[in-house]
């Protein structure tokens, strides 16, 4: 992960955005740009959370990691959010390991500056009190999604929710990694995308993934896409009242 100097362009992250200019001129004297690199561990479980971060285009997931190895995505977090929540939560570990799926920039401050910004029960606290119901949503509708849906649906709203946040119809995944963010076999992902596929909905080669037929992709995810993408439309605006 590399650090450059603060970069003169529009904010990309939407927690970021949706400051005050007075707010976000008291926050950049503790930011830093950042690239994540794939397959990159912001933190592991049960290790100190000494910075948080505000991706861009970046995706990081939320993985459970079991006894046997075997890795669930528990949550996603993009662009919408920000990654060391249990920062303001009162503790500084978690029981999930942050990792980087998708490279891009973002940025970065350390947590103690993060938790006193915070504790001015400033917009920030209110942004983040906000999107902390945002990914709660997330991962219980995830919860939901994994026990009650088939691949399929599940597929359709996680390639979804990638496409919204790189703000991209094409990206690069493998279908083991699929499959380990949806918990399920390979087979499966290679016959539920097969489905896709076949209805031209998707292309899929070698792990390149494009979505051809937006609204028809739409229509073969499940209502959890739309619960999640309506609660953060919702709560993540400049002009949201709790």
Same mark, same amino acid.
């Given at each position: 992960?590399?650090?450059?100097?603060?970069?003169?362009?529009?904010?990309?992250?939407?927690?970021?955005?949706?400051?005050? &200019?007075?707010?976000?001129?008291?926050?950049?004297?503790?930011?830093?740009?950042?690239?994540?690199?794939?397959?990159?561990?912001? @933190?592991?479980?049960?290790?100190?959370?000494?910075?948080? @971060?505000?991706?861009?285009?970046? #995706?990081?997931?939320?993985?459970?990691?079991?006894?046997?190895?075997?890795?669930?995505?528990?949550? #996603?977090?993009?662009?919408?959010?920000?990654?060391?929540?249990?920062?303001?939560? =009162?503790?500084?570990?978690?029981?999930?390991?942050?990792?980087?799926?998708?490279?891009?920039?973002?940025?970065?401050?350390?947590a103690m500056p993060l938790l006193t910004e915070f504790n001015r029960g400033s917009e920030l606290q209110s942004l983040l009190l906000r999107y902390t119901q945002i990914l709660f949503t997330q991962v219980t509708q995830t919860a939901v999604c994994n026990r009650v849906h088939t691949i399929?649906?599940?597929?359709?709203?996680?390639?979804?929710?990638?496409?919204?946040?790189?703000? &991209?119809?094409?990206?690069?995944?493998?279908?083991?990694?699929?499959?380990?963010?949806?918990?399920?076999?390979?087979?499966?992902?290679?016959?539920?995308? &097969? #489905?896709?596929?076949?209805?031209?909905?998707?292309? @899929?080669?070698? =792990?390149?993934?494009?979505?051809?037929?937006?609204?028809?992709?739409?229509?073969? &995810?499940?209502?959890?896409?739309?619960? #999640?993408?309506?609660?953060?439309?919702?709560?993540?605006?400049?002009?949201?009242?709790?």
């Open positions: 992960m590399s650090i450059s100097n603060l970069p003169q362009e529009p904010i990309k992250n939407h927690i970021l955005a949706a400051l005050s &200019s007075a707010e976000y001129q008291r926050l950049i004297a503790h930011l830093e740009p950042v690239e994540f690199e794939i397959k990159q561990v912001l @933190y592991k479980v049960g290790e100190p959370i000494t910075h948080v @971060y505000f991706p861009h285009q970046a #995706i990081i997931s939320l993985v459970s990691i079991l006894e046997d190895g075997t890795s669930v995505e528990a949550g #996603i977090v993009s662009n919408e959010g920000m990654v060391g929540l249990p920062v303001i939560w =009162g503790s500084n570990t978690t029981t999930t390991t942050a990792l980087v799926q998708v490279a891009d920039g973002g940025m970065r401050m350390k399929e649906e599940r597929l359709a709203r996680w390639l979804l929710i990638v496409s919204d946040n790189m703000q &991209s119809d094409k990206f690069l995944l493998t279908q083991e990694f699929i499959g380990e963010m949806l918990g399920c076999r390979r087979s499966g992902v290679t016959v539920a995308a &097969s #489905i896709l596929s076949r209805a031209g909905i998707i292309t @899929y080669k070698r =792990g390149n993934i494009a979505i051809l037929d937006r609204k028809h992709l739409e229509d073969a &995810s499940c209502e959890c896409y739309s619960i #999640i993408k309506n609660e953060s439309a919702r709560l993540l605006t400049k002009k949201s009242k709790l």
